[in-house]
């Protein structure tokens, strides 16, 4: 072994300047390789992302918006009878809509129901969630109670609302009347639906007892949104519970009293299956979504009904775009 160099008697054996430069080079292989590794890795999670909603993508732009288009030529068409007729005829359809008093019994009779209906469930549901806000004993009791009727489906709720609001007098009276004559209330007693001018203002109370549990979630979550030191500063300077909630609160419920106003307002517009259960088919609670079906599934006339459901359509759109609009905005100035 005397004469042998080192390097030869331990060959495994590295000089100390080469495990520096391998130890260095190791982070540099990471990164030369971490970057189109990353790419390939989104590249296939943005793969796999628009795999997923790609059939619900393709299920809405086919059944939503496919048959929106659909619906809108068949407006422009002479279509009337079992077989399809797309002879183009223009604004022919929507001119004889706005000509035709019963369709304008139509509009008059959503605007009351509308009016009623969203400013009834408004009122009725702030003043349920004031009253929850209080902690109050059993509040989960009383908010399942309020909630419960959002549950039941408006053909349930028109078949008890009819028997509530039967128009019946003398040894026929049922329901609400019943009960007015009881406590000798015979000022009350009125002939509700069947009223020719007002009887769709009687309709919207069976809808305002069905959605008033629904606006008050929403304000008893925006009541609870509110910190007590907003209210404790207001009472500090001597504000009272009205000034507190019609200077302070009501105005920071602003946006849970928009988003309200535009769910409202959809149902309303499209409320079909309340009138039919509760009142049946009456001209004088006539609306143009028992119009269309007519129209579309009685008399066969085709382009006339899609004619009323693009105005429908255009009505809603009216409510719900702007909303969007502001929700948009809003998220992007946060």
Known sequence: ???????????????????????????????????????????????ISFALVAPSMIAVGIFIYGFIAWTLRVSFSAWKGLLPDYTFVGLK??????????????????????????IGALLLGFILAVLLDQNLPGENFFRS???????????????????????????????????????????????????????????????????????????????????????EAARVDGASEWQLYRYIIIPMLNPVTLSAVIILGHISLKVFDLIIALAGKQ???????IYMWQATFDGYFFGRGAAISILLLLIISILIIPYILYNLGHEADV
């Open 145 to 231: 109670l309020f909630l419960f009727p959002m549950a039941i489906s408006y053909i349930v709720t028109g078949v008890v609302w009819r028997w509530l609001m039967n128009p019946s007098e003398g040894t026929r009276i049922s329901g609400l009347n019943q009960i007015f004559s009881y406590f000798g209330w015979d000022f009350l007693i009125n002939r509700w639906h069947t009223t020719p001018t007002w009887g769709i203002a009687a309709i919207a109370l069976a809808a305002i007892w069905q959605m008033s549990g629904f606006t008050m979630a929403l304000y008893l979550g925006g009541l609870r949104s509110i910190s007590d030191e907003i209210r």
């Open 283 to 289: 001209l004088a609670l006539d609306v143009p979504a």
């Open 1 to 47: 072994m005397q004469g042998t160099p080192l390097s030869s008697a331990v060959p495994n054996i590295k000089p100390a300047a080469m495990v520096v430069t391998s130890a260095h080079s190791l982070p540099e292989f990471f990164r030369r390789w971490q970057g189109p590794l990353m790419t390939k890795l989104k590249n296939t999670d943005a793969i």
């Open 93 to 118: 359809n929507y001119i004889e809509l706005f000509s035709d008093p019963r369709f304008i019994i139509d509009l008059r009779n959503t605007a009351i129901f509308t009016i009623v209906f969203v």
